[in-house]
């Protein structure tokens, strides 16, 4: 059930009628996370956890041996590769739920993504827009699942 879209197929963003409950698009194309990425990341968001930014520490004071990515670079790799296909057009992203950092992310692993269409509803008060509601996932190039999520987006209608 559903359609399967690979992002390369799509323009940027789409109406409300142009989504359809199981449709799962494949995001286009992957980010290999380097160490410059997750630092400044960290350096920006005020995070300064040596875990992420210490390769001395993550080698002798954690279960990993080295600096593990911080978890939001990663949802915000996810959620950012959902864009073209997912709130392109959006209104407003309305909800993040449900977000699970299911394994560490390393530098130089590669993240790819999907997003599943769950529920899609037209506006109760205004009719010129909707709620899509979806899953994501983030994996790794070991085809690992590392993050997932669930949001609702406010989308138009077409016009």
């Not at 509601?133 to 997932?148: A, H, L, P, T």
Request: charged share 25%.
């Amino acid at each position: 059930m559903g359609r399967e879209i690979h992002a390369r197929e799509t323009r940027f963003g789409r109406y409300l009628e142009e989504f359809e409950v199981g449709d799962t698009y494949w995001h286009w194309p992957g980010k290999t996370i380097t160490e410059a990425d997750d630092h400044l990341f960290c350096m920006i968001t005020m995070n300064h956890h040596p875990l992420h930014t210490d390769a001395r520490y993550a080698e002798r004071e954690t279960q990993f041996g080295k600096n593990v990515v911080v978890g939001n670079l990663v949802y915000s790799l996810v959620l950012g590769m959902s864009v073209p296909d997912v709130s392109g057009k959006a209104i407003a992203n309305l909800e993040i739920e449900s977000l699970k950092h299911a394994l560490p992310t390393f530098h130089g692993d590669t993240i790819y993504a999907k997003t599943t269409v769950l529920d899609v509803r037209a506006s109760a008060s205004k009719p010129d827009r909707g709620v899509v509601y979806v899953e994501s996932f983030g994996w790794n190039q070991r085809d690992e699942i590392v993050c997932e999520f669930r949001r609702r987006v406010l989308v138009p209608r077409r016009p």
